[in-house]
């Protein structure tokens, strides 16, 4: 099944000449500032406080025009000072978060947004943590324009975009573990797209689980790998 929507997602790749999903999004330098959760999850990123540098990358999933609601999705990559087998002493670290509702059932179902802010933006699909399962979040609490990239853009030049950072057990409920600030100027990366695999760099101690996580591994892949724009049809 996950090789067959590989090739449906490869193919739209081709006839939009670029991402099948979130194919226009901004760039923007991110905060990590993390002071650990209440209770003890068994992953160092939940559990102790840290101060963290990354990017991250807002969009929308089809790509359909404002003032039409839309999947948001924000995309965040960090590099560790960690073992890597390629002995650089550095791991990339991922994670991606798209428009969900916040109880127990809305966390499970992506949610069509028409504003960037306020709202929630889970991982709909659980990651293994001490010996259990958790669901990370992070929630908007800025005034939020609507949707598009022009409006985000004007936000980020009055000022930064910040995020509470949240974790909840499946059936739990949800609990802020730190914030994430995003910065400007904002940057597009249409020419040369950024391109995320939280499946390949997963968060250390925060690996994917279920059989859906591992399902969506080539799906990412596919929607990734967009071949240049010169190698195109």
């Known amino acids: ?9 490869q193919a739209v790749a081709r006839l939009r000449h670029g991402r099948p999903l979130h194919p226009d999004g901004l760039v923007f330098d991110a905060t990590l500032a993390l002071h650990g959760a209440s209770r ?4 160092a990123f939940l559990d102790e406080p840290a101060d963290l540098r990354g990017v ?14 839309d999947i948001l999705g924000q995309a965040l990559r960090r590099r560790t000072s960690a073992a890597s087998d390629d002995g650089t ?6 994670l991606l978060l798209a428009t969900t509702g916040h109880t127990l059932l809305g966390r499970r179902l ?11 933006y889970g991982s709909l699909l659980p990651y293994a943590a001490g010996g259990g399962h958790v669901l990370l979040g992070a929630v908007a609490r800025w005034p939020g324009p609507p949707a598009g990239l022009a409006a985000l853009r004007r936000a980020a030049e009055a000022g930064p975009l910040r995020f509470d950072l949240v974790v909840a ?3 739990g409920p949800w609990e802020r573990f730190g914030t994430l600030t995003l910065t400007g100027p ?7 797209p950024t391109r995320f695999d939280p499946v390949r760099n997963p968060i250390p101690g925060l690996p994917p689980t279920g059989l859906l996580q591992w399902a969506r591994g080539p ?7 967009v071949p240049d724009h010169d190698a195109l049809p």
Not at 110 to 120: C, E, I, V, Y
Not at 219 to 225: H, K, L, Q, V
């Open 56 to 69: 991250a990358r807002l969009s929308r999933a089809a790509g359909l025009p404002p003032p039409l609601p």
């Open 219 to 225: 799906i990412y892949g596919a929607s990734e790998r």
């Open 110 to 120: 992506l949610r069509p947004a028409t504003r960037w802010s306020p709202g929630m």
């Open 89 to 94: 002493g550095e791991v990339t670290a991922e």
């Open 186 to 192: 904002a940057r597009s990366d249409a020419a040369e």
């Open 1 to 9: 099944m996950a090789g067959g929507a590989a090739a449906v997602f």
């Open 169 to 171: 057990s499946p059936l």
């Open 40 to 43: 003890r999850r068994g992953a």
